[in-house]
């Protein structure tokens, strides 16, 4: 019932910058959070970032905080992840989800079909 577009994606050299965007239809909740999560070939699938429904709750595993920003433009329907200083590291595909609180997502099947992020050395 909810459909998630991730854009955004693609190959940058370490050290440089992305702009990940995704955007919510369908039906949702009426004031959900959302979040990124990533998994890289062989790895599961890890948290990365998530925002509440007012962006005033932010959240960041230990390996992105204080490189990657996370935002949302509620009248877009629209969530961004900024990534900055980007590492070889950071190499998966990043996924959106939608969850109704920051706390739980993860716990319910609203992904996007993921973007690519490859970091080169």
């Known amino acids: 019932q909810v459909q998630l577009v991730e854009s955004g994606g693609g190959l940058v050299q370490a050290g440089g910058s992305l702009r990940l965007s995704c955007t919510a239809s369908g039906r949702t909740y009426t004031a959900y959070a959302m979040g990124w999560f990533r998994q890289a070939p062989g790895k599961e699938r890890d948290f990365v970032a998530g925002?509440?429904?007012?962006?005033?709750?932010?959240v960041y595993a230990d390996s992105v905080k204080g490189r990657f920003t996370i935002s949302r433009d509620n009248a877009k329907n629209t969530m961004y992840l900024e990534m900055d200083s980007l590492k070889p590291e950071d190499t998966a595909v990043y996924y959106c989800?939608?969850?109704?609180?920051?706390?739980?997502?993860?716990?319910?099947?609203?992904w996007g079909q993921g973007t690519q992020v490859t970091v080169s050395s």
């Open positions: 925002i509440d429904w007012s962006g005033g709750t932010t």
């Open positions: 989800n939608l969850a109704p609180g920051i706390s739980t997502l993860g716990n319910y099947d609203y």
